[in-house]
């Protein structure tokens, strides 16, 4: 009877802890599942946020590889790198209607107007052509009715070989200054994926640039390619920042120090944005090379913010992630 009794009970305790142990293993199932809905929204994205830009930088290259097929070369270029002529003609005209008739005897002609600062009076225009002075004066002086002077005008002739040479030193020096950006990083990080992200994104901070210039029609200057070799500087930046902050800094998570890089990084480019687009937009009246360098800069720094915290940033977290630096 008594050995009854110690059987049920044990059985009781057994079915008990059996219990419990059901208990612990749905408790535990649990807090697994609310760990996983309440994993951070970027480790559950950030992958995916990645494919954006890697799309449009496809998009972008595969435009220029057509760009070139059909142009024989990957920008416009004005008189200053193509060799040609410019004539700064101080008179109020009748623009369109100047380029039309132009455009009848000589090709590649671009009529811009100069404007006062404060009024925003057209006091000048600017007429540039592949076209030689010999043969634009006189279409000029035809349509305007009176003679080219050196009170009233100014002649600039620049050949095509010298434009050409000029065109190539320009892109040589970009191609070097790339290259040495990339050797700093190298050596600044010393880590093979962290410093392919920041040159991946500083390369694609360029190519969107140079796509949306195309698309645009802008003829670029000789400061319009010193524009890409600044750019170059402003594209690292920001990347430099993100890494070093991810990589360099610990104490707490990838996540957090990501975002604080991102109200830093973010700053510094509003800013950039906030001094270069309304000089663009709102100051007409200056001169065309620098208009070309603010919307080039305006452009790449638009271009930035994608290609770092979109692009960069999801290397970082990945490699970041792969090496737990959790």
Known sequence: MEQNQNNQ??????????????????STQHNSNQNENKKHWYDRWYKRMLLPPVILLIICLIYLFTFYSQTGDIIYKDSSLS??????????????????????AVDNVNIRKIA?????KQIAILIDSSAEPAILKPLVE????????????????????LGKNFYKQLVTAVII????????????????????AVIFAAFADIVMTLAMVDILGIRLSV????????????????????????????????????HRAFKTGIFMTLT???????????????????????????????????NTWLTNASIIKWYSDYKKMN
């Open 116 to 120: 006062d600062l404060s009024t925003g």
């Open 272 to 306: 950039g944005l906030v001094a270069v687009i309304p000089a663009f937009f709102i100051v007409t009246g200056l001169p065309d090379s620098f208009r070309q360098i603010f919307l080039i800069l305006g452009l790449g720094l638009f271009a930035d913010i994608i």
């Open 83 to 104: 060799g040609g002529t410019t004539i700064t003609l101080k008179a109020e005209l009748n623009i369109e209607g100047l380029k039309s008739y132009l455009e009848q």
């Open 9 to 26: 009970a044990q059985g009781n305790n057994s079915q008990v802890q059996h219990q419990h142990q059901n208990h612990q293993t749905h």
């Open 177 to 196: 200054s790339f290259i040495l950006m990339s050797f700093v990083i190298f050596v600044l990080f010393r880590t093979f994926i962290p410093s392919i």
């Open 142 to 161: 035809e349509f305007i009715g009176y003679k080219l002077t050196n009170e009233n005008s100014s002649v600039e002739f620049s050949g095509s070989t």
């Open 223 to 258: 400061a319009g390619i010193a524009a890409f070799l600044m750019l170059i500087g402003y594209s690292v930046d920001t990347d430099i920042l993100l890494t070093s902050a991810v990589l360099k800094k610990r104490g707490d998570t990838v996540n957090k120090r990501i």
